[in-house]
Nanobody, 128 residues
């Protein structure tokens, strides 16, 4: 059973930092891409960042470049989203997802609409 579980969300002041974790199970994470997405109230879900099986990262939105980074620890079946210089407009529910079973060992990240399995999400609120 494929599962993705996000954690690390919460309330943070503008300019602060958070690190989200996405723990995966039920598939060999090392061979697949993991992406982070977010959905703000009243808005469509937005792709943020992806990391491929070869550790190549792709930004799906320019709004987080220079502030957010992604990394993976295959031994822990975990992908991290490091978020710095947080802004109120980063407030959203954050989700991780995988393109398993597609794109086995691909060096590239998939398109944002090519993810099949999703976590339940974790809330990030950036406010003073």
């Amino acid at each position: 059973q494929v599962q993705l579980v996000e954690s690390g969300g919460g309330l943070v002041q503008p300019g602060g930092s958070l690190r989200l974790s996405c723990v995966t199970s039920g598939f060999l994470m090392e061979y697949y891409a993991i992406g982070w997405f977010r959905q703000a109230p009243g808005k469509e879900r937005e792709g943020i960042l992806c990391i491929s099986s070869s550790d190549s990262s792709t930004y799906y939105t320019d709004s987080v470049k220079g502030r957010f980074t992604i990394s993976r620890d295959n031994a822990k079946n975990t992908v991290y989203l490091q978020m710095n210089s947080l802004k109120p407009e980063d407030t959203a529910v954050y989700y991780c997802a995988t393109n398993y079973p597609w794109g086995l060992a691909s060096v590239y990240c998939p398109d944002p609409n090519e993810y099949d399995y999703w976590g339940q999400g974790t809330q990030i609120t950036v406010s003073s």
